[in-house]
């Protein structure tokens, strides 16, 4: 069974930063693109960044020249480098990949549990 596990949520003030880690674990083929999405309290789960199995990024406007994310193909495991956070930044952050398997070629798409962010003003 493949499963997401995320490390690095906690609580920090305002302007300072947190690293985020996603690792996959389980009988993997291969990954394709994984990403960090968010969710506030109240509102609709919102994609933060993601990165393509060749490296390529996107990133929500709100995080852009702030946030970071990165992967190391060799360990199944993404990061996001958060900088500079700010209030609006909180929120319950998931990990997502898209994840094939000895079992299935398909690739299927997976989410982590969720680690709370929290920025206090």
């Known amino acids: 069974q493949v499963q997401l596990v995320e490390f690095g949520g906690g609580l920090v003030q305002a302007g300072g930063s947190l690293r985020l880690s996603c690792a996959a674990s389980?009988?993997?083929?291969?990954?394709?693109?994984m990403g960090w999405y968010r969710q506030a309290p109240g509102e609709e789960r919102e994609l933060v960044a993601t990165?393509?199995?060749?490296?390529?990024?996107k990133y929500a406007d709100s995080v852009k020249g702030r946030f970071t994310i990165s992967r190391d193909n060799a360990k199944n495991t993404v990061y996001l480098q958060m900088n500079s956070l700010k209030p609006e930044d909180t929120a319950v952050y998931y990990c997502?990949?898209?994840?094939?398997?000895?079992?299935?070629?398909?690739?299927?798409?997976?989410w982590g549990q969720g680690t709370l962010v929290t920025v206090s003003s």
């Open positions: 389980g009988s993997i083929f291969s990954i394709n693109t």
């Open positions: 990165i393509a199995r060749g490296g390529n990024t």
């Open positions: 997502n990949a898209e994840v094939s398997t000895a079992d299935s070629p398909v690739y299927l798409e997976l």
